[in-house]
């Protein structure tokens, strides 16, 4: 129906900020989420958010949300993300990460005018230092980077077979309030909000691409709105500046008004750690129009306000 948005995954992180951006625009949004990870808290009360509780490893569920509500536009975001999730138990990542994009692929097929899927930067070649486009080679080091680039086969297939028009928008480190996931941003505050100056971290040398989740919902949306010739696009999603983790726990610091010192400790050190990563968002600009509005600085202090301070009083 038109005006009818789907956002699989939508209470989480990511989700519920663009169900938020879907709501601010005007769409009737529904949200399909297992509560696995998303929170019904971070979602509007409206007449015009409608939750359903739902597994995408449900394929009559799935359907069934897509017949009842005809959604022309559906982002799809629902999978495990955490890293070290994957790592301890890929089937369970492969479940979700693939075969539930297929149950969404087949739930969609001839019925929804777009279909947007959600990706990752991290499947670009992790030798490559330069700003990471499009076209860039594509080399992933984990389970979850398999089952991401195995998903985007599968959507790539969807679209060959003429089942659908679909978009892979690959997000960059998302950052900002209603994380779900014990990333490193978490991490930090978490340390900081128990009053622990001195914080512990494994490699401090990363840069990474940082981008507040808003700006992410915003991107996705945009793609929504943007007018496309190919059935099948893709799009970087980041804000094409990278910081190391060092400034990123320098900006935290500011953020709650302490000077902390750094610790890198050898349980936290991954093995392995790309050297950086960074996006190229020059197709975002000029196709979506979009830029990101947010910058580090912003999404950090917006964690400590609207997070840590309500943790630190309870
Ligand atoms: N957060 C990032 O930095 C980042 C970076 C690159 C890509 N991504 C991708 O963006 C998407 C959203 O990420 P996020 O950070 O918001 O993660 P998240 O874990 O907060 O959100 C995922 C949502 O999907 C739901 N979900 C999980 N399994 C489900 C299932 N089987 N059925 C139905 N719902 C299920 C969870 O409850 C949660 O609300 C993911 O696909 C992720 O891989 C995120």
Not at 54 to 63: H, N, R
Not at 213 to 230: H, K, N, P, V, W
């Amino acid at each position: 129906m038109k005006n009818n948005y789907l956002v699989i995954g939508g209470a989480g992180f990511i989700g519920s900020h663009l169900t938020d951006v879907c709501y601010a625009n005007g769409k009737n949004v529904i949200v399909y989420d297992n509560f696995s990870l998303g929170k019904m808290e971070y979602l509007k009360q409206s007449p015009n958010v409608t939750v359903v509780k739902g597994d995408i490893l449900d394929p009559k569920a799935l359907a069934d949300c897509i017949d009842k509500y005809q959604p022309e536009v559906v982002f799809h975001l629902a999978a495990i993300h955490f890293i070290p999730a994957c790592e301890n138990d890929p089937a369970n990542a492969l479940r979700i990460n693939v075969e539930g994009t297929q149950n969404v692929l087949n739930a969609t097929a001839g019925k929804t005018p777009k279909l947007i899927f959600t990706s990752t930067g991290a499947i670009y070649d992790p030798e490559i230092t330069s700003a990471l486009n499009e076209n860039s080679n594509i080399r992933t080091g984990d389970i979850y980077g398999i089952t991401k680039l195995t998903a985007e086969e599968l959507v790539k297939y969807h679209v060959k077979k003429e089942r659908g028009h679909a978009i892979i928008a690959r997000l960059f480190n998302a950052v900002g309030p209603r994380e779900t996931n014990p990333h490193l941003v978490p991490a930090i505050m978490d340390q900081l909000a128990e009053g622990n100056w001195n914080v512990e971290l494994g490699n401090l040398y990363p840069k990474r691409d940082y981008i507040h989740a808003r700006d992410i919902a915003e991107g996705l949306f945009a793609i929504s709105q943007t007018e496309l010739s190919t059935e099948l696009e893709i799009f970087n999603i980041g804000s094409g500046t990278e910081y190391t983790v060092e400034e990123l726990v320098s900006l935290c610091g500011e953020a709650s008004g302490s000077p902390i010192t750094i610790e890198s400790v050898e349980s936290r050190r991954r093995k392995y750690d790309r050297p950086n990563q960074l996006a190229d968002i020059s197709k975002m600009k000029s196709i979506c129009n979009w830029s990101p509005q947010r910058n580090l600085r912003i999404a950090l202090e917006e964690v400590w306000q609207t997070e840590m301070v309500e943790k630190i009083k309870r």
